[in-house]
Structure formats: C-alpha cells, structure tokens
C-alpha cells in the first residue's frame, strides 16, 4: 500500500504548522451527524483575519480500537 501524494504534501504542511506554532484544536461539529469533534488544524493569516485549514479530528475513545495497521509487505512485493 502507497500512501498518495496528496496525503504526503497535507502531512507536510501540518509539519510545517507545527514547527512555526500555527495549530489549534478546535471544537466543531461533524457535519452529517452534528457530533462534538476535537478539530486539528494548521492557522494561518490573511490580512487580519486568522484562516483554519482542518487535518483531521482526535480518535474517541481508544484509538488502536480504531486502527488496524497495514499489513505486513513481503520483500519481492515491494513497489519501486
């Protein structure tokens, strides 16, 4: 499994956030069930207005019951 490219910039840009102190975690709403979410997003600046570009949203509960790794690739299928 291949992680896309335009997963790869959007990780970057959230590292850049991060390393520049431009993060907030937002409480919002999820926008098809109208449940609380904990919001990560990168801030920036237009003007005098602070824009938020969201990431993603904190795991409820325990998140390794959310997750499942990906499996374990064998040698001769390694992409190149």
Not at 28 to 36: H, M, N, P, S, V
Not at 56 to 73: E, I, Q, R
Request: one cysteine or more.
């Amino acid at each position: 499994m291949s992680i896309p490219d335009h997963a790869r910039a959007n990780f970057q840009t959230l590292l850049r956030a991060a390393a520049d102190g431009n993060l907030a975690l937002m409480e919002c709403a999820d926008a098809a069930t109208g449940e609380t979410r904990y919001v990560i997003c990168a801030v920036g600046r237009d003007s005098t207005d602070f824009l938020f570009a969201p990431f993603g949203h904190l795991a409820d509960g325990n998140p390794y019951d959310a997750y499942v790794p990906p499996a374990p690739t064998l040698p001769d299928e390694q992409a190149s």
